[in-house]
């Protein structure tokens, strides 16, 4: 609407701008036109006129002269005749009636002369015919017309090319705006609905105009483009639901890989319980013991099995498939319950776990599943990169920094857990490619390349992101930075 609003002010303005010029050119005209058609009458009536006097005043002198010019008045009603000197003379009564110089210089010599003068608010035209008098002196025959009827006529003009003018801008006006809302304003809204349903995400909707012009041509291609739109948008969604799919795959066949190298590794740990519940649980049938001695193997057995179904049971569930939903959760307890789940297999290489972390809540909201997989996959790496045994120092803590991808000067709460161990370290040349995927320098039994690939792009995906480096005194150092939640 505001578009052919605008189309109309600007046609109504050139209109009245076209209108203005046009008619001031015609009053111009009719004025000049009118001035002209009395300078011809004054020509005419005075060279007329002059003969006669000039005559009279050789037969029968000025008082003669003067009497018929008085008789003469009385025939023009509109023309007033007077007789006037043109040599300076002190008589008042016969001076030129417009104070021109161009009269004050007109000789008998001069050719006739009009001028327009306004004296008193009276605008009139003043025509002079020279007219030889007697010998000492020359006069002229001042013929004056009033120049109101001129004026009426201006006026009349004027009012009435107004009034025409508003009856055709009123008239332009009312067919432009309804042409502009026919042809402009509601094709143009259509058009911006289409628009907005294409950013809203609905790009099945389509727009049609009756009409044949250019925003007719401008629907169709909105048309194909929302359908060139919602094909590419389905590809996209397969592709990301594909993708998503086989990264899940990915980060499901990592963790039973952990799983299975826990597995070995925890075979040790599961077997001495069980030749322990063996040797007891046969103490006990063969009635080798009795009385508080059976008492007491029970319990052992009973402690036993505990302990074997914890560490089974830790495993089983680091193994199995969980929902991507994300929850607020304090990464300390994360950290506690995934250094629990390896310290069988730390223990067995003589490592030793060391934990720092901040007395109060560090929460973050991520989904606790899938940084329990990213910790457990960096502290396997340390665990196996220390064959000769060590300490592995995790950290917990909060830090306040600015993230990868934000300007400079703009910080960030993050939850910060560090992991660091006393191995030989990462040459320099494989720092750069440890995120890449199948990627790795361990042999086929202990790593596919997966972990830190896909530990990567778990942090990356709930808004961290890891940093790697080795540490001054020897070992490496992987810090995994996530989004910190503040209380209120």
Excluded at 113 to 118: D, L
Excluded at 154 to 162: E, G, H, K, N, S
């Amino acid at each position: 609407m505001r578009l052919s609003l605008k189309f109309t002010a600007a046609f109504v303005l050139v209109m009245c701008i076209v209108w203005a010029g046009a008619s001031y050119t015609r009053v111009k005209r009719e004025i000049a036109l009118f001035e002209s058609d009395m300078r011809r009458d004054h020509m005419a009536v005075g060279r007329d006129l002059g003969e006669a006097i000039t005559t009279l005043w050789r037969l029968a002198g000025e008082d003669q002269v003067l009497a018929f010019i008085a008789r003469t008045n009385e025939t023009k009603s509109q023309m007033l005749i007077r007789w006037v000197w043109l040599d300076g003379g002190q008589d008042t009564a016969f001076s030129p009636g417009a104070p021109d110089p161009e009269i004050a210089a007109m000789t008998l010599d001069s050719e006739p002369v009009s001028v327009v003068s306004t004296v008193d608010d009276d605008s009139r035209l003043y025509t002079y015919v020279p007219i030889p008098a007697d010998g000492n002196r020359w006069g002229a025959l001042e013929l004056s017309e009033s120049l109101s009827d001129r004026n009426r006529y201006v006026q009349t003009t004027l009012y009435r090319a107004v009034g025409a003018a508003l009856l055709i801008i009123t008239f332009s006006g009312v067919v432009s705006i309804v042409l502009g809302i026919l042809f402009v304003a509601r094709p143009v809204k259509a058009l911006i609905d289409k628009a907005r349903k294409a950013a809203s995400g609905d790009l099945t909707a389509k727009v049609y105009l009756r009409q044949s012009d250019e925003l007719s041509v401008l629907a169709g291609e909105l048309n194909a483009m929302t359908d060139r739109l919602a094909e590419t948008h389905t590809k996209l969604t397969n592709e990301v639901w594909a993708h998503r799919a086989t990264a899940d795959q990915l980060r499901h066949a990592n963790r039973l890989a952990t799983v299975g190298w826990l597995m070995s590794s925890v075979a040790h740990e599961l077997a001495t319980p069980l030749n322990v519940v063996h040797i007891r649980a046969k103490s006990i049938s063969s009635k080798a013991v009795g009385g508080e001695d059976a008492q007491e193997s029970a319990e052992i057995i009973v402690k036993q099995a505990a302990h074997m179904t914890a560490v089974v049971k830790g495993i089983l569930e680091f193994a199995r498939r969980r929902s991507p939903e994300r929850t607020e959760t304090d990464i300390r307890d994360v950290v506690q319950q995934t250094l629990s789940l390896l310290l069988p297999v730390a223990a067995k290489r003589g490592i030793q776990f060391t934990v720092s972390a901040a007395e109060k809540p560090l929460m973050a909201l991520v989904n606790s599943d899938q940084i329990q997989q990213v910790i457990s996959n960096l502290v396997v790496n340390s665990i196996q990169a220390m064959q000769h045994g060590g300490i592995i120092a995790v950290l917990v803590r909060s830090e306040t920094r600015t993230a990868e991808h934000d300007p400079p000067d703009e910080t960030r709460h993050f939850v910060c857990v560090t992991v660091e161990d006393g191995g030989p370290g990462i040459p320099e040349e494989h720092i750069d490619r440890l995120f890449e995927a199948f990627y790795t320098t361990k042999p086929p039994e202990e790593g596919t390349g997966l972990g830190l690939s896909i530990s990567a792009e778990i942090v990356r995906e709930q808004g961290g992101w890891i940093d790697v480096a080795n540490r001054p005194g020897g070992g490496a150092r992987f810090s995994v930075f996530l989004p910190q939640r503040i209380p209120i």
